[in-house]
Nanobody
Framework: QVQLVESGGGLVQPGGSLRLSCTST????????MAWYRQPPGKERELVAS??????TDYADSVQGRFSISRNTRNTLFLQMNSLKPEDTAVYYC????????WGQGTQVTVSS
């Protein structure tokens, strides 16, 4: 059973930065793709960024140029978030799949002055 644990969320002012981490109980290179999703208050969950095992990345238009997805050499996925806006406020989730999908518990990001 794969487990994903996010950390790094918090309260930040507009224009600020945060770095989220997602630690997996298995090597992240064992998954074809890993991704970050977010769910703003009262809205549906949406894809933010993804990374394949080969290192290819993809971003939602709304975060392109501000967010960066990366990983270490073992079991942690990161999401560097810069130039944060109030509309980035959401619960951020780590996701992967191997036949079935696996979600972390989420970490709250609040962008407010």
């Amino acid at each position: 059973q794969v487990q994903l644990v996010e950390s790094g969320g918090g309260l930040v002012q507009p224009g600020g930065s945060l770095r989220l981490s997602c630690t997996s109980t298995e090597s992240i290179f064992s998954f074809k793709v890993m991704a970050w999703y977010r769910q703003p208050p009262g809205k549906e969950r949406e894809l933010v960024a993804s990374m394949t095992a080969g290192g290819s990345t993809d971003y939602a238009d709304s975060v392109q140029g501000r967010f960066s997805i990366s990983r270490n050499t073992r079991n942690t996925l990161f999401l560097q978030m810069n130039s944060l806006k109030p509309e980035d406020t959401a619960v951020y989730y780590c996701f992967t799949h191997r036949g079935v999908g696996y979600w972390g518990q989420g970490t709250q990001v609040t962008v407010s002055s």
